[in-house]
C-alpha cells in the first residue's frame, strides 16, 4: 500500500452551556477524537493554475495556493487530471504537484537524467516508497533522494494514486542528440542507440536468472559494467543481442557466458556479492530486441 502524506487535526472542545448532560456527554466525545486525512498530493508553487484541458494554451478555471491538497484522478504527457471540490474535472501540471509513490518492480534504476541513456545513481527494490517532486511529459517521475539531491525514476514501474495513463511504447526509443547523459560515447552508444518498441520485441522468454560480479573481461573481450552486461548460453541468445528485463527496468547486453549458463539461463552483472546474494536465482521474463 502507498504510504501518503498525513495531516492530522485535532477539533478543540466545544464549551457547552446547556443543561442536558446528554447533548454534553455526545460533545465532549466527539471533539477527543482526532480527524485524519488523507492526503493524496500536495501543491508545492506559490500558486498553481488550473485548467480545462492538459494544455497552457486552455483557459484557467481555478487555482491552488501552495500546500493544497489535491484529488488526482489520472496523470498523462505530464499532466494530472484532478477533481475539484465541485466535482469538476480540471488539469494542473505535473511539475508542480508533491505526492508519494511505490516502487512495483524487484529493482528500478535511479538515474541522474529522465532517459534510459542517464547514468544510474543509486537502486530502489520492491513496496519501496518514493516522494515524488515532478511528473515530466515523457511519462519519468523526479524523486528526492535521501541525501537533499534528486533522480529520475520510470513513472511505468512506481504506483501512485493517479491512473498512469501515459504510452510507454516508445521507452527505449533513445537516440545520442536527445540523450542527456553524462557518461563517455562508448558507454551512450551501449544504450542509446537502442530503437525499441513494441514493434522491436523479437520474442519473450521465461529464463533462470542469476547474478555475478568481480573484476575482469568478458567472453567477447568488453569490460563487464553494471547495468548493461548479462551472460548467456550464445546458442539461445547470440552475442551482442539486446535484452530487455522487465524486473530491472533496463536494457542489457549478451556479452559474457558461464560453464553453468546452459539453455535458458542467464547471469546477470552486478556491483557487488550481496547483491548477488540478494538476488539469489530467480524465474523472470526478458524480452529479445531486434
Same mark, same amino acid.
Not at 13 to 31: E, K
Not at 265 to 288: L, P, T, Y
Given at each position: 500500500?502507498?504510504?501518503?502524506?498525513?495531516?492530522?487535526?485535532?477539533?478543540?472542545?466545544?464549551?457547552?452551556?446547556?443543561?442536558?448532560?446528554?447533548?454534553?456527554?455526545?460533545?465532549?466525545?466527539?471533539?477527543?477524537?482526532?480527524?485524519?486525512?488523507?492526503?493524496?498530493?500536495?501543491?508545492?508553487?506559490?500558486?498553481?493554475?488550473?485548467?480545462?484541458?492538459?494544455?497552457?494554451?486552455?483557459?484557467?478555471?481555478?487555482?491552488?495556493?501552495?500546500?493544497?491538497?489535491?484529488?488526482?484522478?489520472?496523470?498523462?504527457?505530464?499532466?494530472?487530471?484532478i477533481e475539484m471540490e465541485d466535482g469538476k474535472i480540471g488539469w494542473t501540471n505535473g511539475q508542480y504537484i508533491t505526492?508519494?509513490?511505490?516502487?512495483?518492480? !524487484?529493482?528500478? &534504476? $535511479?538515474? =541522474?537524467?529522465? /532517459?534510459?541513456?542517464?547514468?544510474?545513481?543509486?537502486?530502489? @527494490?520492491?513496496?519501496? #516508497?518514493?516522494?515524488?517532486?515532478?511528473?515530466?511529459?515523457?511519462?519519468?517521475?523526479?524523486?528526492?533522494?535521501?541525501?537533499?539531491?534528486?533522480?529520475?525514476?520510470?513513472?511505468?514501474?512506481?504506483?501512485?494514486?493517479?491512473?498512469?495513463?501515459?504510452?510507454?511504447? !516508445?521507452?527505449? &526509443? $533513445?537516440? =545520442?542528440?536527445? /540523450?542527456?547523459?553524462?557518461?563517455?560515447?562508448?558507454?551512450? @552508444?551501449?544504450?542509446? #542507440?537502442?530503437?525499441?518498441?513494441?514493434?522491436?520485441?523479437?520474442?519473450?522468454?521465461?529464463?533462470?536468472?542469476?547474478?555475478?560480479?568481480?573484476?575482469?573481461?568478458?567472453?567477447?573481450?568488453?569490460?563487464?559494467?553494471?547495468?548493461?552486461?548479462?551472460?548467456?548460453?550464445?546458442?539461445?541468445?547470440?552475442?551482442?543481442?539486446?535484452?530487455?528485463?522487465?524486473?530491472?527496468?533496463?536494457?542489457? @547486453?549478451?556479452?559474457?557466458?558461464?560453464?553453468?549458463?546452459?539453455?535458458?539461463?542467464?547471469?546477470?552483472?552486478?556491483?557487488?556479492?550481496?547483491?548477488?546474494?540478494?538476488?539469489?536465482?530467480?524465474?523472470?521474463?526478458?524480452?529479445?530486441?531486434?
Open positions: 500500500m502507498i504510504k501518503n502524506f498525513k495531516r492530522t487535526t485535532v477539533a478543540t472542545m466545544a464549551i457547552l452551556t446547556m443543561l442536558n448532560t446528554g447533548a454534553v456527554f455526545a460533545q465532549s466525545n466527539n471533539s477527543n477524537e482526532e480527524a485524519t486525512k488523507e492526503i493524496v498530493a500536495m501543491v508545492n508553487v506559490d500558486k498553481l493554475n488550473v485548467r480545462s484541458g492538459p494544455s497552457t494554451s486552455h483557459d484557467i478555471i481555478g487555482t491552488f495556493i501552495k500546500d493544497d491538497d489535491i484529488s488526482l484522478v489520472s496523470i498523462k504527457n505530464g499532466w494530472y487530471k505526492l508519494d509513490g511505490e516502487v512495483t518492480v !524487484d529493482k528500478l &534504476n $535511479v538515474r =541522474k537524467g529522465a /532517459s534510459i541513456s542517464d547514468d544510474i545513481v543509486e537502486t530502489k @527494490t520492491k513496496e519501496d #516508497t518514493v516522494k515524488i517532486i515532478k511528473a515530466d511529459e515523457n511519462g519519468w517521475y523526479e524523486i528526492e533522494l535521501e541525501d537533499g539531491k534528486t533522480g529520475f525514476v520510470c513513472g511505468k514501474y512506481v504506483e501512485t494514486e493517479a491512473k498512469n495513463e501515459h504510452d510507454y511504447s !516508445d521507452l527505449y &526509443n $533513445v537516440s =545520442k542528440e536527445t /540523450s542527456n547523459t553524462t557518461s563517455t560515447t562508448s558507454q551512450i @552508444t551501449s544504450t542509446s #542507440t537502442v530503437q525499441t518498441s513494441a514493434s522491436n520485441v523479437v520474442k519473450t522468454m521465461t529464463v533462470s536468472a542469476t547474478a555475478y560480479a568481480g573484476d575482469g573481461i568478458t567472453s567477447t573481450g568488453s569490460i563487464p559494467k553494471v547495468g548493461r552486461t548479462i551472460a548467456v548460453d550464445p546458442s539461445v541468445i547470440p552475442y551482442g543481442t539486446k535484452v530487455y528485463i522487465p524486473a530491472l527496468g533496463g536494457v542489457y @547486453t549478451a556479452e559474457d557466458c558461464g560453464g553453468a549458463i546452459k539453455g535458458n539461463k542467464i547471469d546477470i552483472f552486478m556491483g557487488s556479492e550481496s547483491e548477488c546474494n540478494a538476488w539469489g536465482v530467480r524465474s523472470i521474463e526478458i524480452q529479445i530486441l531486434k
